[in-house]
DNA sequence: GAGTGGTCTAGACCACCAA
DNA sequence: TGGTGGTCTAGACCACTCT
C-alpha cells in the first residue's frame, strides 16, 4: 500500500532526475499538482516536503519550487600532493575570527586534549567564507600548557587574538614540533543555528571534522562544522608499498 | 512574527537539550499537545516532522515519538596507528559482495581512473554491516588493463568473484604497487534507495567517500555511502617537522 | 480495545514576489 | 494585482502496537 503523496513524491523525482524539471527550472506550482492528481493542497505539500528534505527542491515563496543544482564543490578529484595532505575545498578562504578567549572546555575537548578536567584551555572560533556565506564554523581549544609554552618561546599571546603566524610555526618555536594530525570525519543535520549561520535550505546537511594535533601529546583539537553543499574534504595518503 | 509549530518545535527542542525528555524517552503524545498548544493536529505534527528531520526525535505509530540517542560511533577519537592511517569506524566487519561485473564506467569514473571513455572496468558491490543494517554501501571499480595484469600475474579474475587476497596484494603481486590513495569526503542526504537499504529514518544524511588509488596511475577508484547515524571516519597523517 | 502516529480533506487567511 | 508557497483548522479514517 503506498500513499498518495508518495506517488506525487516519487512521480516529482523520476522527473527531476530524467531531466524533465533540470536544475534551476521549477516544478508545478501547487494547484496545478492539486489538479493534475485531485489531492488536497496538504497532500501535495507533503509531497513537496519531503523533496525538500532530501535536497532535491528549495521551495520558495512568491516564486515557486525550484530544482536544486546537484553539482557542488563535492566529489571534485585531485591528483594531488607529493605527500600527505589534507586539503579543505572551498572557493573563498576568507576567515573571520569570531572571538578568542580563555575557557573551561567541555568533556570532549578534555578527552582529546588529555588534560585535567579543570584546566583552561584558550578557545577560538572562526568562520570560513565561500563568498558571502559562511561555510565552515571552526572551533579550536589549545590547552594551558602549551599556550604557556608558546607566550615563553615566542611572546605570542594567543588569546590576544589572532597570532602573527601559523599555530605550526608557533608550536615548533615552543619546542612542540607537531608530528601528525587526526581527523575524525562524520555528518548529522544542522541544528537552527547553525542553518541559520550558513543559510542551509532544508534537506542540506553538516559535514563535521574532529582534529587532534599531536606533539609528544596533544597540542590542539578543532572541530569543524561545514556546510554540506559546499564543502568536500581531501586526504591524501602515501601507503608503504 | 514567530509561527505556532516553530514555538511547539523550539519547546520541545529545548526540552529535549536540557534533559527534559532523555534519549529514548518519548515526547508527548500528539493530542497531548494539541491540548497544551490549543492549535490542531497538522500544526502539532508539523512541528514534530521538523525535529524528525533535524534527526531529533524519530516518530513510531503506535508507539510515540522517541528521542534518538545522538552518541553514535560518532566522533570517537583513537591516538593511533603509527603511521598514515586510514579507518572505517563500524561495529560488525561483515561484508556481503553483491555483485561483481565487466561495466562501462560513468564520467566521473573514467575522470578519476584517467581511461578512455569506451573502456571496460570490472564493477563491484558490496555491503558493509553493522550488526544486521547495511552500514555502508561500497562501489570499486578497477579499470581493463590493471584487471589483466593482475589475472597474468596471479592467475585471479577479478571479475568472477570475491579474490582469495586483497587487492593492494595482488596490485603488488602485477607490479603495480599502491603508492597513494586520496579520499574525498563529502555528505547529501540519502536517496529513498538508500534510505530503504540502510533503514535510515529521516533526518539522517549519508557520509560520501570517493577514493582513489594510485601506482604509477590510477587503479581503482571506490564510492563509499555510509549511514550518517553509524558511521565516521578517522585519518592521521604524519607531519613532517 | 485503547492509544499511538500517518494520511487526507475542504476551506481559509497570510507573506512574499513579479509584472 | 494575481500567483506563489506557508500556516492553520476541525474533522475523518487508517495502520500499527501494546495489553
Redesign the interface.
Known sequence: MTTRWKEIA?SL?DRIEDGTYPPGSKIPAIPELMDEWDVAR?TVRDAV?RLA???LVTPRRGIGTVVRD?T?????????RP????TTQTEGGLDELISTEWATPDR?VI??LEIPPNSQVVHRVRHQYSGKQVAQIMEQWVPDHVVTAIANATDVDLSAGPPATDL?SLL?HAKL????????????????DEADLMELP???????T?R???SDG?VETSTFVGA??R???????????
Open positions: 516519487r523525482r496538504d516536503s528534505n532530501e535536497g546537484i557542488p564543490v563535492a566529489l571534485a578529484y585531485r591528483p594531488d605527500a600527505a595532505v589534507w570532549g578527552d582529546r605550526h615548533r614540533p607537531p608530528a601528525s594530525t587526526t581527523e575524525t570525519l562524520s555528518t548529522r543535520m544542522p541544528d537552527p532544508p534537506g542540506v546537511p553538516v559535514l563535521i574532529v587532534v594535533t599531536r596533544p554540506g553543499d564543502m568536500s574534504q581531501s586526504f591524501t595518503v602515501p601507503l608503504g608499498g
